[in-house]
């Protein structure tokens, strides 16, 4: 389904996902077709990317800094793959970031903005996570109001900005609702992105529903916007103590260092690995996370998502947690994970 504004187009579809493979599949024409892509990254772009037969091309955020994404990293990552003869076509940047969990700077977002503008990229933005943001001193900002601060306009940015249903203080993810909105496109290639989503017929009822009422919360002076508004700031904040409480406690492992839980629905701790240990993963053809994690999962019953499936500097060994537990099941969580950390290293200590 399409609601078409002026030059603004909606494409209602089954999640956020069915989005970003229909613009990859317009933008990739063969493997010499590259789309610069955050490592850590959510496998669902690498994924795409490679179903389409494109080239991802890697830009690495900044651990060292809150997973930045510095505009300098983008420049050196496209030259590179310039040089082999790779034509880069959109940039995906992921705020607030899954795995990593960082909210980007309004200044941040500008210079991104520019780099776009001056390199004729596309930009691919996914802002399913808008809502979560848990730290005082940030704010979300869409990039398409970023754009629009700059005084750029149609003639002088593509931008794709995708959200999702599923996401958010509803977490509604098996009812299949998001949309995408397209902006900066000329009249022929927005036929072909209606040609595209054509092909799909129309999204499903309750997802389109459940996307309207995300669009259109309840406002004030309406009956239900006290409960509404209790119930979503309610969740919020449980979301905020939660990754507080996770984030400290990660960083009292051994090993173990943890960036601040600015937003979405994860942390993205770095884990340093006893040599042994190392070795351990290797003779199990493991990688060295994937073995930690396993060995969690088995001994305790705790899923974390090993950092080797998202992407990470060589040599480096990460997870990803959720903060979703509920509230009331954290303590425990953390005492048995903690319990885990100290056996692990005394096991492979030396």
């Not at 969990?101 to 503008?117: M, R, S, T």
């Not at 003779?283 to 073995?291: E, G």
């Amino acid at each position: 389904m399409v609601f078409l504004l002026i030059q603004m187009i909606f494409f209602l579809t089954d999640g956020a996902s069915p989005a970003v493979h229909m613009m990859m599949q317009l933008l990739i024409r063969s493997e010499k077709d590259g789309i610069l892509c955050p490592i850590p990254q959510y496998p669902l772009y690498s994924a795409s990317i490679a179903l389409h037969g494109g080239s991802l091309v890697p830009y690495y955020l900044d651990e060292a800094t809150g997973w930045g994404l510095e505009v300098s990293e983008l420049k050196k990552q496209l030259e590179t793959a310039r040089s082999k003869g790779i034509t880069v076509r959109a940039l995906v940047v992921i705020n607030p970031g899954n795995p990593t969990g960082q909210v980007l700077a309004e200044e941040n977002q500008k210079a991104i903005v520019e780099f776009c503008k001056q390199e004729g990229l596309v930009l691919l933005a996914d802002e399913v996570y808008q809502e979560n943001v848990y730290v005082p001193e940030k704010k979300f900002h869409s990039f398409k109001k970023v754009s629009r601060s700059m005084g750029y306009g149609e003639k002088d940015l593509s931008l794709v900005s995708f959200q999702s249903v599923s996401k958010g203080y509803y977490g509604e993810c098996g009812k299949r609702g998001g949309y995408m909105e397209v902006t900066g496109f000329g009249a022929d290639v927005r036929e072909q992105i209606y040609k595209v989503a054509s092909v799909n017929l129309c999204s499903n009822i309750s997802g389109q529903i459940l996307a309207s009422l995300v669009m259109s919360p309840p406002k004030v002076g309406d009956e239900s916007f006290e409960s509404y508004s209790a119930e979503r700031d309610g969740i919020l904040s449980s979301l905020a103590r939660r990754a507080k409480t996770l984030e400290d406690a990660f960083n009292k492992l051994e090993g173990v260092k943890c960036n601040k839980a600015e937003g979405a629905m994860y942390l993205f701790p770095r884990i340093d690995l006893p040599e042994k240990a190392i070795k351990a993963a290797e003779a199990a053809k493991k990688a060295p996370d994937a073995y930690y994690c396993q060995r969690l999962l088995t001994a305790t019953g705790i899923v974390l998502v090993p950092g080797s499936g998202f992407g990470q500097i060589p040599g480096t060994w990460h997870f990803r947690c959720t903060i979703l537990p509920q509230e009331e099941k954290i303590p425990a969580i953390v005492t048995l994970l903690t319990d885990f950390h100290k056996s692990f290293m005394d096991e492979f200590r030396g």
